[in-house]
């Protein structure tokens, strides 16, 4: 098991196991991922987007650009 401590401006070090499990090198990011209450996972956030592809199904309807920009406007108007 490895442990870290947080200091009083809230950084820790990731233990070097951990890093080396992880393949993180200096300037990588971490993602936190809450599981539960009081509960997450670490894990490299190194991630290509392509792996999303199929993640979340097949549209249920075509939209043109053309149509996703008058909706960000519409949207984007009703915010304000």
Known sequence: MSIATVTSKGRITIPS????????NAGDRVE?????????????????VSELKGFFGKPSQVVTIEQMDAAIAANGAKAR
């Open 32 to 48: 936190f991922i809450s599981i539960e209450p009081g509960k997450f996972i670490v894990t490299a956030a190194t991630r290509p």
């Open 17 to 24: 196991d951990v890093r080396r499990a992880l393949c993180l």
